[in-house]
């Protein structure tokens, strides 16, 4: 792409289907890095971190100092305390949809914007699911939609069904808070509405 506004340090298609939804040019690097929980790290420290971890690997790799800004987020689901990371097999799927079923769980999207300074932001959200039956669980897997994702299940797809309420970002629960990353963006001269 000819002359990106911004470089984005993340895998995540969601990632960039919203920042294409508000008209970013960018560029994708890769910043493949340790994401392990720090001992006595509390959620909303652990996303703000990898977030700014993220992007710093991203800067590092673009290498030149004349480079765009460098965009990166970390998005955790958290109960009570625990985090719910992306679920290794089907029995792991199924355990995340009952401990989050019938019960209100937050979802936390830290971001990061590097363009010579460190800027972050966070976003935090509520969300509520519905009461989910071991056969819509399994259905569920089926359709693979959940294997990638934190916390087992996509607000955008299908996951959409357990949703009973959501208070904050529906965009940060999809891994990019847009109002957040909008308000960084244009403190570096970004304008997401030209």
């Known amino acids: 792409m000819a002359n990106p506004s911004l470089l984005l340090a993340s895998k995540s298609p969601r990632r960039r289907l919203l920042l294409e939804q508000i008209g970013i040019r960018f560029e994708v690097i890769d910043s493949d890095l340790d994401e392990a929980r720090l001992p006595g790290e509390d959620p909303e420290s ?20 004349g480079c765009p800004p460098v965009l990166a987020a970390d998005t955790a689901v958290v109960v009570e305390d625990r985090i719910l990371g992306k679920p290794r097999d089907r029995r792991e799927a199924a355990a995340m949809l009952r401990l989050l079923a019938g019960r209100t769980h937050r979802v936390l999207s830290g971001i990061a914007l590097l363009d010579g300074r460190e800027r972050q932001d966070l976003s935090v959200s509520e ?17 693979g939609e959940p294997g990638d994702k934190a916390g087992g299940y996509a607000i955008q797809g299908r996951g959409a069904l357990f ?6 970002s529906y965009s940060g629960v999809m891994g990019l808070p847009l109002f957040e990353t909008a308000r960084l963006l244009t403190e570096v001269g970004i304008d997401c509405l030209a």
């Open 46 to 65: 652990y996303v703000l971190r990898l977030a700014l971890d993220k992007a710093r690997a991203g800067r590092a790799q673009a290498g030149s100092p």
């Open 127 to 143: 969300v509520r699911f519905r009461a989910v039956s071991a056969r819509e669980a399994d259905a569920y897997w089926e359709t």
């Open 163 to 168: 949703v009973a309420d959501l208070r904050g």
